[in-house]
């Protein structure tokens, strides 16, 4: 279904939890403190945040996973059920709200509605090419692709999003991480990688586009 990433101190949230998600197929990542989740996000396609974590807070990684990935699915978890607190933890991006203490079964049925809003599915591509984000498997025209990495993290990336425009910043926040000392080109250099083994022809491409100035997309529809 999806990558999955669970966000609380309490073990025994992230156990039961995590149990209904893996039931309902995703592939759950877990997490206890804010700087593990924010070591973690890059690699998932939604988080369930608690509020009250130590040291970074839940509300502050939300806040900043916002800002960085304005359509990344967000829901926050929290004790304080007052209407206020609610509407700041909307405020600062969270698509959803679950008050403690809760139905497990309530917020697989909220991640799976989140991810059907969101259109995160597991399979994504179109006009012959295929790539399953759980098994990790591409195929081209029924042919099967071989691809480090960092070709699948991007074309996956850029499949699940068709139309929407990534810069070259986005993409290395995305796929390589906020915190990796690498250069710009280095997307370029990977791109062209990935484009060879779908025999993109760079004056027509099937599937990726160059966006001039601003960085690539892939083309809706395709």
Known sequence: MARVLIVDDDP???????AYLRADGH???????????????PEVDLAVLDW???????????????????????ILLSA???EEDRLRGLDVGADDYVTKPFSPREVA????ALLRRSGVRDVVGGAGLSVNARTREVTLDGAALTLTRLEFEL?????????????????LDRVWGADDPVVERVVDVHLAGLRRKLGED???PR????????GYRFRDGA
């Open 12 to 18: 025994a949230i992230l156990e039961i939890l995590g």
């Open 27 to 41: 592939d759950v990542r877990e997490a206890s403190t804010g700087v593990q989740a924010r070591a973690l996000l």
């Open 52 to 74: 009250m974590l130590p040291g970074v807070s839940g509300l502050d990684v939300a806040r900043e996973q916002r800002r960085a990935h304005p359509d990344f699915p967000l």
């Open 80 to 82: 304080r059920g007052e």
């Open 109 to 112: 049925a909220r991640v799976r």
């Open 155 to 171: 074309l996956l990336t850029l499949a699940g999003h068709p139309g929407m425009v990534w810069t070259r910043e986005r993409l």
């Open 202 to 204: 760079a004056a027509r």
């Open 207 to 214: 599937f990726i586009e160059t966006v001039r100035g601003v």
